[in-house]
């Protein structure tokens, strides 16, 4: 009887442990997917900025050529 308590205990200390661990591992994969949604979006408002920035000058010479 003694021991199957404590052999009880000890299955509910593991699966609180994996639980716990499954958790911090969907965390950990979600900061991943953060981090390589922002670098997406980085690369693209640099694009952007890079052709408005080609824009303005195409525009500033058609405005000198008038």
Do not use: C, P
Request: net charge neutral; charged share 20%.
């Amino acid at each position: 009887m003694f021991a199957s308590g404590k052999l009880e205990l000890l299955m509910i200390d593991l699966a609180i442990a994996m639980v716990s661990l499954k958790i911090m591992y969907i965390i950990h994969q979600n900061a991943k997917v953060n981090h390589f949604q922002l670098w997406i979006l980085s690369s693209i408002e640099w694009r952007l900025n890079e052709a408005l920035t080609e824009m303005q000058k195409i525009t500033r010479k058609t405005d000198m050529q008038e």
